[in-house]
């Protein structure tokens, strides 16, 4: 049974940060593409950063030099380090699993207030 468990999200002031952490089981964790998406109340789930299997990044636009994807294959963990926050970086953010198949974690919660 495949399991994203994803934690470290809260209540925070602007321009403070979080580190988010998705810890995966049940798929080889290392050779699966991981990615961060959010969603904010009213907007579709957007992509936020992905870190590829060889621990290539990509990030959005609006979370470029703010936000570090990094990922430790020996914990089957992929984490989110969340700098400068802003206020429209609020919402829920889900850790997702791609191969062959994907997954998705429960999501959660940022907010961050001005």
């Known amino acids: 049974q495949v399991q994203l468990v994803e934690s470290g999200g809260g209540l925070v002031q602007a321009g403070g940060s979080l580190r988010l952490s998705c810890a995966a089981s049940g798929i080889v964790f290392s050779i699966h593409l991981m990615r961060w998406f959010r969603q904010a109340p009213g907007k579709q789930r957007e992509l936020v950063a992905a870190i590829t299997s060889g621990g290539n990044t990509n990030y959005a636009d609006s979370v470029k030099g703010r936000f570090t994807i990094s990922r430790d294959n020996a914990k089957n963990t992929v984490y989110l380090q969340m700098d400068s926050l802003k206020p429209e970086d609020t919402g829920i953010y889900y850790c997702?699993?791609?191969?062959?198949?994907?997954?998705w974690g429960q999501g959660t919660q940022v907010t961050v207030s001005s």
């Open positions: 997702n699993a791609f191969y062959l198949s994907t997954y």
